[in-house]
């Protein structure tokens, strides 16, 4: 039952020139985003950010197979995607549970459409150790209707890490629970995705999220017309904890930048676009210090290096 994960692959999924288009109400057509170019690494975790409107969940349903791009192609280890696949699982804000199904039955029925022959037993243990993963053991045999906000969202996750999907996708998972979940199951998503070595693409509006969660941080621009303004490499080390982040170097750093982009750039990027940007290659910024510092005085704020995708 277990997919085997192969190493380094920099292009695992490959987003290649995407548009969406809808007819506009007056005849013609809008186009929400154009010519999005964007590779995603095996293993990363990628958070998406932008302005309502501007095309993130329909990026995310085109990754899911929901929708069809109007334009353009999205190609996962090494195939084009033509449809919905259990090898990419979805994890909505709303937990889209079966509400006549326990906690196991709504896991267990996601692993027996993965695992069409296995047997119950192995589908019950697999379903119970998802469970327990995340943080539900004892909660087996209850309903989604006896669960709070948090449980059922936790029971989606389990259901969508127990199919072993070759991407995750979560479309602002978190945004309707409270602070104090929210930040717990930040953690238990943030530890199962990197000790399995799961692929996410992840939106969100919650910048301090990003930075928690996020290997790279795409910055897409306000629509319509949105396009990939940039992608934000997180500078933080890989073992981060939510209570002591803001003490990392480079936090403000990013943190600003992020905030910056989303309160102006987001809206002048394209009036002010920089001197050869390429939509292939969305500009990567590499928050750091510069290369060969001259003794800075100790509050010395790290700049941006902006490095083209290619590098
Ligand atoms: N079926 C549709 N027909 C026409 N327009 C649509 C349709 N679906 C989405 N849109 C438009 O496409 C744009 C992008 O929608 P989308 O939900 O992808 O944006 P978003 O960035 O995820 O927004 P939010 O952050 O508010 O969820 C919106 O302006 C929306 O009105």
Redo the contacts with the bound molecule.
Sequence with gaps: MENAKTESDPKFISIEGIARR?PAPGGGSTT?FEDLWLPVQRGEFVCII?H???????VLNILAGLEEPSDGVVVVDGQAISGPSLDRAVIFQGHALLPWKSVIGNVGYAVSSRWRKAGRAEVEERARRFIDLVGLKGNELKRPAELSGGMRQRVGIARALSIEPKILLMDEPFSALDALTRGTLQDEVRRICKSTGQTVVM?T?DVDEAIYLADKIVLMTN?PEAMIAEVVENPLPMERARDSIHREENYYAVRNHLVDFLVSRSRTFKAEMPAGYDRRHPPVVRLGRPPEPAPAPANTIPFPVIASARD
């Design positions: 809808y929400i932008g309502s409107g501007c095309g993130k969940t329909s939106i509006h629509g």
